[in-house]
């Protein structure tokens, strides 16, 4: 094969390589992020939980008090019933009686409902707080796992390209030029490899004489295509053709 068609294949090989790694690095803000929102999200159900806490807190005192003036009433018809001389002032005072006895069993179930509903969101923001510390370690640990992953591709990253460097120097200026040229018109595949007589990148029948002449591996050939620079891998040889059979 010529020896600058193989520098090229190399050099494809780190460039796509490269460019892999670029890729997951770019994406790692967007990783992040998403761990951000999961813990905001997880803290959103926190503080969801404590201001309904709060707002079930504030109406319970509102019903204490509306049951303390409900029984300070109820013991003062009590203490006039004592008082009464006709059955007439007798019989509207029970009835105030009943009446206030009535909304004092009206507010105790009020009272009653919100001490249930409060030993409910003591749970749920118990289970609550206990998800946000599990996920603020797991996203911890997620955190620790990127930061090791962005340093290892950003330490290959730099190997790749010292590594380019070092192969692009040992090819020729216009061979060098021309992978550039293709390169960059084609997202940065600038070589494909032919097989059964198509360009494997754009897909279009190359013409049998392109065909063998890439087959050779001798020079430098562009798809009529695509453009991209054209190779040919040979099929290996079956073990058995391969190995030289004996004759007795």
């Known amino acids: ?42 803290s959103a159900t926190v503080a969801d939980v404590k201001e309904r806490m709060a707002a079930s807190q504030a109406a ?13 009433r109820l013991s003062k018809y009590k203490e006039q019933l004592m008082e009464v001389k006709t059955n007439k002032e007798y019989h509207a005072m029970q009835t105030e ?4 006895e009535q909304s004092v069993r009206q507010q ?31 996203v911890a640990r997620d955190r620790q796992e990127l930061e090791s992953e962005r340093a ?26 021309l992978f550039e040229h293709v390169s960059k018109h084609r997202k940065g595949v600038a070589l494909s490899q032919a097989s059964n007589g198509h360009c494997t990148q754009c897909h279009v029948r190359l013409r049998p004489q ?7 591996n001798a020079g430098l050939m562009q798809c009529e295509s695509c453009s991209r620079i054209l190779y040919f891998v040979p099929s290996p040889a079956p073990a ?6 004996s004759v007795e």
């Open 1 to 42: 094969m010529l020896p600058d068609l193989q520098s090229l294949i190399e050099l494809q090989d780190l460039d796509l390589a490269a460019e892999r790694l670029r890729r997951r690095i770019a994406d790692l803000p967007a990783v992040q992020a998403a761990l951000d929102e999961r813990i905001a999200a997880l």
């Open 60 to 72: 319970r005192r509102d019903i204490e008090k509306d049951l303390a003036v409900v029984q300070g």
């Open 97 to 100: 009686i009943g009446t206030a």
């Open 108 to 138: 105790e179930d009020r009272l009653l409902d919100r001490m249930e509903e409060a030993e409910k969101q003591a749970a749920e923001l118990k289970a609550a707080e206990a998800a946000l510390k599990a996920g603020q370690s797991e």
């Open 152 to 177: 290892k591709d950003e330490a290959e990253l730099g190997r790749l390209t010292a590594e380019r460097a070092r192969v692009a120097a040992g090819v020729s200026a216009p061979a060098l030029s």
């Open 210 to 216: 392109v065909y063998n002449d890439v087959r050779r």
């Open 240 to 245: 058995d053709a391969a190995a030289p059979s």
